[in-house]
């Protein structure tokens, strides 16, 4: 067996014989992940999810959307602190003091007269009886100047009051925001995940039948060339040589194909972990899952759990809530009824929401049933292909068979290792599109 066989048959038990289980996705960003793929070509599929969530546009935007919230909300609350301040420097008790500068108050009046009045037999008597009147007569002025102007003062201090209920609301609001961000970032962190994953995935499928197709293109090549010497010792006739030279011309035609789209898919990676369209990039293969689980069944229990975490529901009750509280006493029959219409209408989208989620669970529990049926028979073909390949072997070490047929014996053991490939990543996908459905997680 040579070198390059050698390595086919370990990888591919590598392939076989990986998880136990099938995961569900991990979330955790590593903190070095930038520093530790640093000129580094060969990635693992964690790796490329790490770098895809931190690179990703839209999350950066998000993030800035986040800061600008968080500048909106420090504004608001130095508003109302500017409000607060403004209401307690309010004084009923000296409304002209504070309308006329440099009249005194009566606080300060009353002041000179107990020092006067202190002075006992030396006070100033003419001092004293002008400084009773000059109290009693601003004690009536602030009495008049308080009644012209307390609706005033209460017009202003109502409308402080409604200032700071409005901030209040504003910063409601503010926070709801905050955490549908962050809702909306812990989502979109998810499906970057899954569609790295995904597009990697197709990568390292690609790779492998690629290399399984240049092999048949190097049996074919041989077979073209047996039919060349065929034809010479008239043992066939042109027409054999012709169609075999078309089918290997087709293969390699298929190859370069196969290869462009391959070289598109790992620059489209590139740019999705932010590196250059054009950077080297290997992708080491993921193991594959051993245990083979049926979907959960479909229950109502489970079809509950999933309209709870549906965010289109959601939105749609929402909005029907919305619409039955905006109906008011004041309203028109006309006004009432038009809402009336509108909640119908929502409660119809609603029923068609809901039968959409249950279809969707159905169909997502069959899909996880019927490829977890087709990677076990493909992982029982690859076992079965491992050993008609151990038994050719021998077979040729004998030389009971060609070195062609020991060939086409090892191609047919290739093609069962992508074929078992390909089911395996397909189950691996189904179940981490599930585990983001129960999150109400589309992808």
């Known amino acids: ?23 569900a996705p991990a979330y955790a960003v590593s903190t070095n992940i930038v520093a530790e793929t640093k000129d580094v070509n060969t990635l693992t599929i964690s790796q490329i999810q790490d770098l895809a969530v931190i690179y990703n546009d839209t999350k950066q935007s998000l993030l800035l959307k986040q800061k600008q919230l968080d500048l909106q909300a420090q504004m608001l609350r130095n508003n109302r602190r500017s409000i607060e301040s403004q209401i307690d420097a309010i004084d009923t008790e000296d409304m002209l003091g504070q309308m006329i500068p440099g009249t005194p108050s009566v606080k300060e009046l009353q002041q000179q007269l107990a020092e006067e009045e202190a002075k006992g037999d030396a006070a100033d008597q003419a001092k004293i009886i002008q400084l009773k009147a000059q109290i009693e007569a601003l004690k009536g002025a602030n009495d008049i100047v308080e009644d012209l102007t307390a609706s005033t ?29 962050n809702d909306a970032m812990d989502d979109l962190e998810k499906q970057m995940r899954y569609a790295a994953a995904n597009l990697s995935l197709n990568a ?33 006739i042109s027409t054999d040589v012709s169609s075999a030279q078309a089918s290997l011309a087709e293969l390699k035609k298929t190859i370069a194909d196969q290869e462009d789209t391959l070289d598109t898919l790992k620059r489209s990676i590139n740019i999705l972990i932010g590196r250059s369209a054009n950077s080297p990039l290997e992708i080491v293969p993921m193991n594959l899952p051993i245990a083979i689980e049926t979907a959960p069944k479909y229950t109502p229990q489970l079809v509950s759990k999933f309209l709870e975490v549906n965010g289109t529901l959601e939105t749609l009750n929402r909005d029907r809530t919305d619409l039955k509280d905006s109906v008011k006493d004041d309203m028109g029959s006309d006004e009432k009824q038009e809402i009336d219409y509108n909640v119908m209408a929502k409660d119809m989208e609603i029923d068609n929401q809901r039968q959409a989620v249950q279809d969707d669970l159905k169909a997502m529990l069959a899909k996880i049933n019927s490829n977890a049926a087709a990677y076990k028979v493909s992982r029982q073909k690859y076992v079965t292909e491992q050993k008609n390949f151990e038994f050719a072997q021998k077979k040729y070490e004998l030389g009971m068979i060609s070195e062609l047929a020991l060939r086409q014996a090892e191609a047919a053991l290739k093609q069962a290792e992508l074929t078992n490939m390909q089911n395996g990543y397909q189950y691996y996908l189904d179940w981490q599109k599930y585990y983001l459905a129960e999150k109400g997680i589309e992808v």
């Open 204 to 236: 390292v499928q690609l790779d492998k039948a690629i290399e399984l197709m240049e092999d048949n293109a190097a049996l074919l090549e041989r077979s073209v060339q047996i039919a060349e010497l065929q034809q010479k010792l008239g043992m066939n």
């Open 153 to 181: 003062v209460q017009s202003n201090l109502d409308s402080a009051i409604a200032g700071i209920e409005q901030i209040n609301d504003a910063l409601d609001d503010l926070e709801q925001g905050k955490e549908d961000l």
């Open 1 to 23: 067996m040579n070198k390059k066989t050698l390595k086919t048959v370990a990888a591919a038990t590598v392939l076989t014989f990986g998880l136990s289980v099938v995961p």
